[in-house]
């Protein structure tokens, strides 16, 4: 019995494709384009196994389009600056970058032996100075257009890292990347201006519904947030300014019977009595240790101070206590909230534990939140609520009110946003430096173009971990520099960029990746973008996406390129786990990839990770058998070992039942990837296989049907197995590789069922059921129904007055 060599097919193959550059995008325009792009990944070790699903599923799409004849951009880089990286140097006493060059270089072999069909001529490391070059480049535009800017504001911090994190990168108060508690700390830092963008992002978000998968477009419209209400001006005595409050509720105005400010805002510093000062400080102290997250918890007991002062409910004229609580967040609204305990909870359960009035302003018809202590948020009639008594919807209410409000200058439309500016420095040294120079005269000043890259200090040997100041301050002899403007002594800015600056613009890059006038080649991106299709993890779903949407929107601005979305497609993949749990050190349960390959070759366990499921589903790895799909793959190579008859013999000559479910595998098959779904599509082939080594057995290797089956199965499952189908492409005399054979067509005459089932009816009974060919004849079919038994004796000798036929499914016989 024959089986293919794994490894040595492996070797094999992987040569070939090099040396012929089988994988390069032509280019040329001979072929229409499709860029198909995985999401690059750290160099944090050698591949796992959720590379191992990633990049199986985005191969899938790319031999597809390739041998459906298109002109595929498939390239690999990485994402090689980074905290990951840098963090693992520190304990190992390495170099950032020893380690990470060196990571990639392990990474690019696992990649190869995988049999990916990427482009390796595109290759790019977002850490290598022609690379961030760019990002520099590019940050100095955004400087520009004054989407760069620095400002203070309390930052969110880990301590551990000793570093800033974006409000992205904090996960329940926690610090994304090391998992300690985050906490607050403030700092002068780079933002971009991402919300300048705010409702262009949201707008694309529509234009993409359909071919994004839903649920990444809800996640990215709840992190842009938005909420529209209503601006109310509460006054303060002794004071000037009214008190401005956001609210999505201004028609509970009625039941607005306190008010609540953030602590750490400037307003609660100054609108707080001597009295109560020290409370408030001792408060405060204690605010900066709760995590955001915490804070609008409505499981948290309620915490406050009150100020000692007194607004004026803008409606009823009533004089409300301001109160200090951390539950109201400092930056968003205006850090003051006009409560309303009635139809709030968190107002409510601030109201009961500190004996604050409850007024009820609409009647849900449920009980009395005073009493129940639930709020009630419903619509109802507007109770004890002036101008707005009589009406019943909150729609009407709010327009009503906002109309009131706003014709006595007391208030006005309002429209707000979660979304926070993109905080980008990092106080971290292996990451971009940001090409800035600071001027005692000229304040910010931009490294000239033809200065860049800024390159990164060596600091070789010198201690990297984190002490709160960036690591590159160490480096005197590259902070110290001259002012490009006046000459005069300067400072660099020694902050780096976040990588998901770097992530944010790379796909452009992959078009023309040794372009040196510009971050890409703009005519290269109009030949291959948008991407048609991104592959990648839904833990991406929020951050990197919108960074990449929100810098593909300013290139746009800029005149670079002429779309607004980087991507048509996306697809998620699912995780691998291991006996229901995610892997990890700890449960013991990690599977690694390098020995399943070693036991079972790359094929079976592409094939085991792309049959397991639907590709946006999770994989267990205690649920798959890389031994069983090693066998099948060994019966498939079978079938191309026996095959005799010669290429290019004419099928219709051969087994035409087996041609049927040749040509309906196709079918099924090309609707099936068209529609990601690459399992199901798996089992088809299966069956093929099957059906051919049955006829083979019964009418030998020699039968041309056989061939056309095993031909099919080959082009196939090329997809999904690389290396085996390339060994049984030869096999069958053809020249080498398989990813340049054609996707095969499906004959539309081998589609039709071999019968159909026709109905005939006597006075509308049905009396006989008859299995015909589709394309029967109306004469036929009459006589075949006349003819048949049943049908014979149901009429029992009668005379027939019409027959009515409607081929091939029914025969309606009318007796006299
Ligand atoms: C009064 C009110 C009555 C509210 C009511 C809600 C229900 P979203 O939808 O998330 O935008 N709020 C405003 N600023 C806040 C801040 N800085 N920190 C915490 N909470 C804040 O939420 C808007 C609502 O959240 C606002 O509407 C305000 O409470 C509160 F029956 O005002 B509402």
Not at 14 to 36: I, L, M
Request: glycine residues 8%; aromatic residues 10%.
């Amino acid at each position: 019995e024959r089986r293919y060599d794994a490894v040595a097919a492996q070797e094999r193959w992987q040569r070939y494709w090099e040396e012929n550059d089988t994988f390069v995008a032509a280019d040329d325009g001979e072929k229409e384009r499709r860029y198909v792009l995985d999401m690059f990944p750290y160099p944090s070790g050698d591949l796992h196994m959720g590379h191992a699903e990633a990049f199986a599923m985005g191969d899938v799409i790319a031999r597809f389009l390739r041998l459906q004849g298109y002109d595929v951009l498939h390239p690999i880089g990485w994402d090689s600056f980074g905290l990951p990286a840098e963090n693992a140097a520190i304990k190992r006493n390495a170099h950032p970058a020893e380690w990470t060059y060196a990571n990639i270089e392990t990474q690019a072999g696992s990649f190869r032996r995988y049999g990916l069909s990427l482009d390796w001529t595109k290759r790019l490391h977002t850490s290598d100075p022609e690379y961030y070059r760019w990002t520099q480049w590019l940050f100095l535009r955004f400087f520009e257009r004054g989407l760069a800017y620095r400002k203070a504001s309390p930052v969110n911090w880990c301590p551990n890292d000793q570093t800033v994190l974006a409000n992205e990168q904090v996960i329940d108060g926690h610090c994304e990347r090391c998992g300690a508690e985050v906490t607050k700390r403030n700092l002068t830092q780079w933002y971009f201006k991402i919300t300048d963008y705010v409702e262009d992002l949201l707008a694309g978000l529509d234009e993409l519904s359909g071919n994004w998968p839903e649920r990444v477009l809800t996640m990215q419209r709840n992190w842009i947030g938005k909420s529209a209400g209503a601006w109310v001006d509460f006054a303060v005595d002794g004071r000037s300014e009214p008190i401005r409050v956001f609210t999505t509720r201004p028609d509970t105005l009625y039941g607005a019977t306190f008010m609540v400010l953030a602590p750490e805002s400037a307003l609660a510093d100054e609108l707080v009595t001597d009295d109560h000062r020290a409370d408030f400080e001792a408060y405060l102290e204690k605010t900066k240790q709760a995590s955001e997250i915490d804070r609008q918890s409505t499981e948290r007991e309620k915490t406050g101070v009150f100020t000692g002062r007194y607004a004026t409910n803008p409606v009823n004229g009533e004089q409300v206590p301001i109160w200090v609580a951390d539950y109201v967040l400092a930056d968003y609204g205006s850090g003051a909230v006009m409560a309303v305990p009635a139809h709030d909870q968190r107002d409510l359960d601030f109201a009961r534990k500190f004996d604050l009035p409850v007024r009820r302003v609409v009647d849900t018809g449920d009980a009395d939140p005073a009493e129940t202590g639930v709020a009630t948020t419903g619509d109802g009639a507007y109770v004890d609520s002036g101008t707005l008594d009589g009406l019943t919807d909150k729609s009407s209410g709010i327009e009503a009110i906002i109309a009131q409000l706003t014709a006595e200058g007391r208030g006005e439309p309002a429209v707000t946003y979660r979304l926070r500016d993109w905080l980008l420095s990092r106080q971290r040294f292996w990451g971009c430096p940001i090409p800035i120079i600071h001027c005692p005269e000229h304040g910010e000043v931009p490294v000239p173009d033809d200065q860049l890259p800024v390159e990164l200090p060596d600091l070789r040997g010198a201690d990297l971990a984190p002490k709160g100041t960036s690591p590159l301050a160490a480096a005197t002899d590259w902070v110290n520099t001259t002012c490009p403007i006046c000459g005069g002594p300067a400072k660099r800015d020694t902050d780096t960029m976040d990588t998901f600056v770097d992530s944010s613009w790379y796909f452009f890059r992959f078009t023309s990746p040794g372009y040196t006038d510009g971050p890409f080649d703009p005519e290269a991106v109009g030949r291959w973008m948008p991407i048609y299709q991104y592959v990648g993890g839904v833990e991406h779903a929020i951050l990197h996406l919108l960074y990449m949407r929100f810098f593909t929107r300013v290139l746009h601005d800029m005149g670079m390129i002429d779309f607004t979305e980087p991507m048509q497609r996306l697809l998620n993949q699912g995780q691998v786990i291991n006996q229901g749990k995610a892997m990890s050190k700890s449960l013991g349960n990690g599977v690694d990839l390098g020995k399943q390959i070693d036991e079972f070759g790359v094929d079976a366990v592409r094939l085991t990770v792309i049959f397991a499921g639907p590709p946006e589903d999770d994989i267990d790895w205690a649920d798959v058998s890389p031994a069983g799909s090693l066998k099948f793959l060994n019966r498939a190579y079978r079938l191309a070992t026996e095959v005799t008859s010669a290429p290019g013999s004419d099928p219709a000559t051969g087994d035409q039942a087996l041609r049927r479910v040749t040509h309906q595998t196709i079918a099924a098959v090309t609707e099936q990837i068209t529609e990601r779904k690459f399992n199901v599509s798996v089992a088809r082939i299966m069956e093929l296989v099957n059906a051919a080594r049955k006829s083979l057995d019964a009418n030998g290797g020699g039968d041309p049907a056989v061939r056309e089956a095993a031909e099919t199965v080959t082009v196939l499952l090329s997809l999904f197995t690389p290396y085996v189908t390339e060994e049984m492409w030869e096999l069958l005399g053809h020249a080498p590789s398989v990813a340049n054979a054609t996707w095969p067509a499906a004959d539309p005459a081998l589609l039709v069922e071999d019968s159909v089932t026709c109905v005939v009816q006597i006075k509308g009974k049905v009396r006989a059921k008859l299995e015909v060919a589709p394309d029967v004849s109306p004469e036929t079919l009459e006589q075949l129904a006349l003819a048949d038994a049943n049908v014979q004796r149901a009429l029992a000798g009668a005379e027939i007055r019409k027959v009515i036929v409607k081929a091939p499914k029914l025969v309606s016989i009318v007796p006299a």
